[in-house]
T-cell receptor, first 114, second 115 residues
Framework: AQSVTQLDSQVPVFEEAPVELRCNYS??????LFWYVQYPNQGLQLLLKYLSGSTLVKGINGFEAEFNKSQTSFHLRKPSVHISDTAEYFC????????????FGGGTRLMVKP | DTGVSQDPRHKITKRGQNVTFRCDPI?????LYWYRQTLGQGPEFLTYFQNEAQLEKSRLLSDRFSAERPKGSFSTLEIQRTEQGDSAMYLC?????????????FGPGTRLTVL
């Protein structure tokens, strides 16, 4: 079984400032990692994913994340945020065994202020 | 690519009534997943299908819940005798599964309110 912890429930930040959203996971097997974004009253949109290879993954809207196996982390970063980045961000993990469901963290609300 | 669609987007019902939701996956995706998301929480897995076969069900899926994917295309999720605790967003996702590259794409969700 897997579990995901998003340490910050809310992250306020000013426009054009950098941001990091933290994600830690636990698993007894190797994992694949995902970040999704959810705008109000909408479904989840895939931002980026780590399946294998380079540990630095680039996604849409200028976001990137780094997989750190020793620290079991997959933090999401953006060097300069926009007002339009205000949303809920979810980290998710899937084990590489037979089970294919995603296990999500509790989410981090990113609030970008002008 | 029209994406995953769900119908209805919103449903308000009275306690004890039955409700049914529909999900249309991305065409040619062989896997279809249902998740439930309550306010302020991340989505929680309910069940998934590969083609028409239902392969796994979460313990969250009580006997009042049933899901089908009769022809391996669209899926329905039915909740019988709804309870106020069933109020949530019900999300559907689909994927073209392989062990290495499975990526789930989500629909807009159906928000259920049980009065």
């Amino acid at each position: 079984a897997q579990s995901v912890t998003q340490l910050d429930s809310q992250v306020p930040v000013f426009e054009e400032a950098p941001v990091e959203l933290r994600c830690n996971y636990s698993s007894s097997v190797s994992v694949y990692l995902f970040w999704y974004v959810q705008y109000p009253n909408q479904g989840l949109q895939l931002l980026l994913k780590y399946l294998s290879g380079s540990t630095l993954v680039k996604g849409i809207n200028g976001f990137e994340a780094e997989f750190n196996k020793s620290q079991t982390s997959f933090h999401l970063r953006k060097p300069s945020v926009h007002i339009s980045d205000t949303a809920e961000y979810f980290c998710a993990v899937r084990g590489n065994n037979a089970g294919n469901m995603l296990t999500f963290g509790g989410g981090t609300r990113l609030m970008v202020k002008p | 690519d029209t994406g995953v669609s769900q119908d209805p987007r919103h449903k308000i019902t009275k306690r004890g009534q039955n409700v049914t939701f529909r999900c249309d996956p991305i065409s040619e995706h062989n896997r279809l997943y249902w998740y439930r998301q309550t306010l302020g929480q991340g989505p929680e897995f309910l069940t998934y299908f590969q083609n028409e076969a239902q392969l796994e069900k979460s313990r969250l899926l009580s006997d009042r819940f049933s899901a089908e994917r009769p022809k391996g295309s669209f899926s329905t999720l039915e909740i019988q005798r709804t309870e106020q605790g069933d109020s949530a967003m019900y999300l559907c996702a689909s994927s073209l599964w392989s062990r290495e590259t499975d990526t789930q794409y989500f629909g807009p969700g159906t928000r259920l309110t049980v009065l």
